[in-house]
C-alpha cells in the first residue's frame, strides 16, 4: 500500500519471536555491510532463548513495508552509576534497497520515544568512524561523540 505521495506505507511495531527469522537475516546484512561477514556466531535458537525468557536480554521494534520486515531497532537497558537507567541501541538496521524511505528516522523516534516512556535518562550507541551516512543521521539529533573513550571487550 502507498501513501498519497506514492511512498509505500511503513508501519512501526514491537518485535515479536516470530520476527526472529529475518532479524536475524538483517544482522547478517549488517555484518557484511560493516565489513565483518563473518562475525555473527549469535543464532535464532540463543536470541529466541536469550530474547524471551524471564528476564528478556533485549527488545526490539520493527519496521513492516507490504507486512514485510525491512528494518530493526534493538535495544536493551543498561545502567549508569552517573546517570541511573539508560536505553543502549545495539543495532538500527534498513535493508539496503529500502535506504533513503525514512524508516531509519522512524525506527530511531520510536526508540527514543520508548526510552523516554520507561523514564530513561539517555540513549546511547556507537557507530564506526567511516561510516559517514550513519554519523550525518545521528549528527541531525544533535547526538555528541564521545573521542575520549575507547571501547573495550573480551571473549567470554
Given at each position: 500500500m502507498?501513501?498519497?505521495?506514492?511512498?509505500?506505507?511503513?508501519?512501526?511495531?514491537?518485535?515479536?519471536?516470530?520476527?526472529?527469522?529475518v532479524i536475524h537475516q538483517l544482522?547478517?546484512?549488517l555484518a557484511i555491510f560493516e565489513?565483518?561477514?563473518?562475525?555473527?556466531?549469535?543464532?535464532?535458537?540463543?536470541?529466541?532463548?536469550?530474547?524471551?525468557?524471564?528476564?528478556p536480554a533485549f527488545e526490539f521494534f520493527v519496521a513492516e513495508v507490504e507486512n514485510k520486515v525491512?528494518?530493526?531497532?534493538?535495544?536493551?537497558?543498561?545502567?549508569s552509576t552517573w546517570k541511573g537507567r539508560c536505553l543502549y541501541l545495539e543495532d538500527l538496521i534498513v535493508t539496503e534497497n529500502m535506504r533513503g524511505l525514512g524508516i531509519g528516522k522512524?525506527?530511531?523516534?520510536?526508540?527514543?520515544?520508548?526510552g523516554k516512556d520507561q523514564k530513561c535518562s539517555r540513549m546511547n550507541w556507537q557507530v564506526l568512524d567511516w561510516n559517514t551516512d550513519a554519523i550525518r543521521f545521528y549528527e541531525r539529533y544533535h547526538a555528541d561523540f564521545d573521542g575520549?573513550?575507547?571501547?573495550?571487550?573480551?571473549?567470554l
Open positions: 502507498k501513501n498519497s505521495l506514492g511512498k509505500p506505507e511503513i508501519t512501526i511495531r514491537k518485535g515479536i519471536k516470530s520476527d526472529l527469522p544482522i547478517v546484512e565489513r565483518e561477514p563473518n562475525a555473527v556466531s549469535n543464532t535464532i535458537e540463543r536470541m529466541e532463548r536469550e530474547g524471551f525468557g524471564n528476564q525491512v528494518g530493526l531497532s534493538l535495544y536493551y537497558y543498561r545502567y522512524l525506527l530511531f523516534d520510536r526508540t527514543v520515544q520508548h575520549g573513550w575507547l571501547n573495550g571487550s573480551i571473549e
